[in-house]
């Protein structure tokens, strides 16, 4: 979210990338298995956005997620011994990411799940690359369409509306809540375009970046939280493991496996983890939380990802 999500972090310091990655010399688990591990992480998140509202406000569960993620990666920094970035104008682009890519996606996811269903929130999060795909044929010059890519755009939405059931007038889907987890979708390649264009070059590594965004975004929610709810009168157990789940393996565990995948097998490969995330998150929905599938949901979901592969065919030099 999730990613982040969900993925947005990991996309982000992508593009602050520095030189060539080298591969490790050594792993100790292979990266099939770690690949697996993410897409069930990231696959989860959603159901654990929703048990986490039941007993927490949408803010509230955001800021925990945010506060456990960063310890996380405050911990890798440490074992690894890397500083946060310095300097003002990194830090200045760093606090709009945080807020592009973490801060304000997290939130809105957690909203529309008050009022939609966990696998639609994971299918709509499926829609990023087509968001990313529109918004770079305005803003970077250097990504030219082609018509494989708008195809696969304007397949992509014809996705969304089936999942939506537009046919039968959205019927029995909450608008409100759905135009929020879309206007999440919308913030992650909005933040990676940003990211783009003024962290590209930077000399600080991957996990430097993604640290310093987290907490960040941990202190704009930190900011944000006691302004728009109040503290808690009781605090249920299970929305609370929800909660830690959903920070310390869903954004933290899970940016730092993304960090190694992206290292060892390349962006390119290490991104096909988006594909199944919605796959994970229907499942993750209808199994362990009842939620109810018509043939539309399934149908969509495919239709949404086979115009996001299509987005990111690139053409061939």
């Not at 990338?17 to 298995?33: E, K, M, N, Q």
């Not at 029995?172 to 759905?178: A, C, E, L, S």
């Not at 609370?240 to 730092?256: E, F, W």
């Amino acid at each position: 979210m999730v990613a982040s999500v969900t993925t947005a972090t990991t996309h982000a310091t992508q593009g602050a990338t520095h030189g060539p990655v080298r591969t490790p010399a050594r792993r100790t688990i292979d990266w099939r298995i770690r690949f697996a591990a993410l897409s069930l992480v990231w696959g989860f998140s959603f159901l654990l956005i929703k048990v986490g509202t039941d007993g927490y406000a949408p803010f509230q569960v955001t800021f925990g997620r945010l506060l456990f993620g960063t310890a996380v990666l405050a911990a890798a920094m440490a074992a690894k011994r890397q500083r946060l970035p310095r300097g003002v104008r990194t830090w200045a682009h760093l606090t709009v990411a945080a807020l592009l890519l973490n801060a304000l996606p997290f939130s809105l996811f957690a909203y529309a799940e008050l009022t939609i269903p966990s696998t639609l929130a994971g299918i709509c999060n499926a829609t990023s690359p087509l968001w990313g795909m529109a918004l770079s044929m305005v803003a970077l010059s250097e990504d030219r369409p082609t018509r494989v890519r708008v195809a696969g755009l304007g397949l992509g939405f014809l996705g969304v509306l089936t999942v939506l059931g537009a046919w039968q007038g959205f019927t029995g889907v909450d608008p409100r809540g759905t135009a929020l987890a879309l206007l999440a979708s919308l913030s992650y390649p909005i933040g990676w375009i940003y990211v783009r264009r003024t962290l590209a070059g930077s000399g600080d590594s991957h996990l430097s970046l993604t640290g310093a965004q987290l907490l960040l975004a941990t202190l704009q929610l930190a900011v944000v939280t006691p302004l728009f709810t109040s503290m808690p009168s009781s605090f249920p157990v299970v929305p609370l493991l929800a909660v830690a789940a959903l920070g310390a393996l869903g954004t933290g565990l899970a940016v730092l496996i993304q960090y190694g995948l992206v290292a060892e097998v390349g962006p390119t490969t290490a991104q096909m983890v988006t594909y199944f995330i919605p796959v994970i998150a229907t499942a993750a929905g209808v199994a362990v939380l009842g939620e109810s599938l018509t043939w539309s949901t399934p149908v969509g979901a495919v239709i949404v990802l086979a115009g996001a592969a299509l987005t990111q065919v690139r053409p061939k030099s």
